[in-house]
């Protein structure tokens, strides 16, 4: 049963444009929602979270949307850069413990 | 701020044989680390929570006695895969709860377990 999902493997965009990852969860019982970005073989990097509570959260390039009703939150990344390249991952907490989506590997072309 | 880390990064075990991975939180102190694993291709798949100076609590369908935890300090975790099989071959990651940081979970450089 997949709690957490990202329905893109992968998504490509052109350097300067906007990415936009999408992340789907069926527990409404989830307090908080995190983007972690991954290269092969290296743990997580914490990119943004956002409480359940809220609807968007904004850090420099990167902002999360939380539409609750929809049981959707995505991240996007403006503007995108070559090095921003990975895969990432949405998590979502319950009682603490992280459940993560399968990932979505963005490429960004020069 | 917000460093883990841990050791080794890196190693091949022939079956049977046990193997200890470490993971340290070096800035700051947590109470809870988490183990994770993850297959090729595949997502993070938690293991066990890890809570200093009690007993871990383990995911469904994790063997407790093939998977040791032990947090022996606020800054230690160890996993120790025993008598390893080469479908424990995988990519162990540890993470660590920094309280003072809205409870956010930071990841190690994980630990790729090669059983021959």
Not at chain 1, 52 to 64: A, L
Not at chain 2, 90 to 109: K, V, W
């Amino acid at each position: 049963d997949q709690q957490v999902k990202q329905n893109s493997p992968s998504l490509s965009v052109q350097e300067g444009r906007i990415s936009i990852l999408n992340c789907d969860y069926t527990n409404s019982m989830f307090d908080y929602f995190l983007w972690y970005k991954k290269y092969p073989a290296e743990g997580p990097t914490f990119l943004i979270s956002i409480s359940s509570i809220k609807d968007k959260n904004e850090d420099g390039r990167f902002t999360v949307f939380l539409n609750k009703s929809a049981k959707h939150l995505s991240l996007h990344i403006v503007p995108s850069q070559p090095g921003d390249s990975a895969v990432y991952f949405c998590a979502a907490r319950r009682y603490g413990k992280l459940t993560f989506g399968q990932g979505t590997i963005l490429t960004v072309h020069p | 701020g917000a460093v883990v880390s841990q050791h080794p990064s890196r190693v091949i075990c022939k079956s049977g044989t046990s193997v200890k991975i470490e993971c340290r939180s070096l800035d700051f102190q947590a109470t809870t680390m988490f183990w994770y694993r993850q297959f090729p291709k595949q997502s993070l798949m938690l293991m066990a929570t890890s809570n200093e100076g009690s007993k871990a609590t383990y995911e469904q369908g994790v063997e407790k006695d093939k998977f040791l935890i032990n947090h022996a300090s606020l800054t230690l975790s160890t996993l120790t895969v025993t008598s390893a099989h080469p479908e424990d071959s995988s990519f162990y990651i540890c993470s660590a709860r920094d309280n003072r940081r809205g409870e956010t979970q930071y990841f190690g450089p994980g630990t790729r377990l090669l059983v021959l």
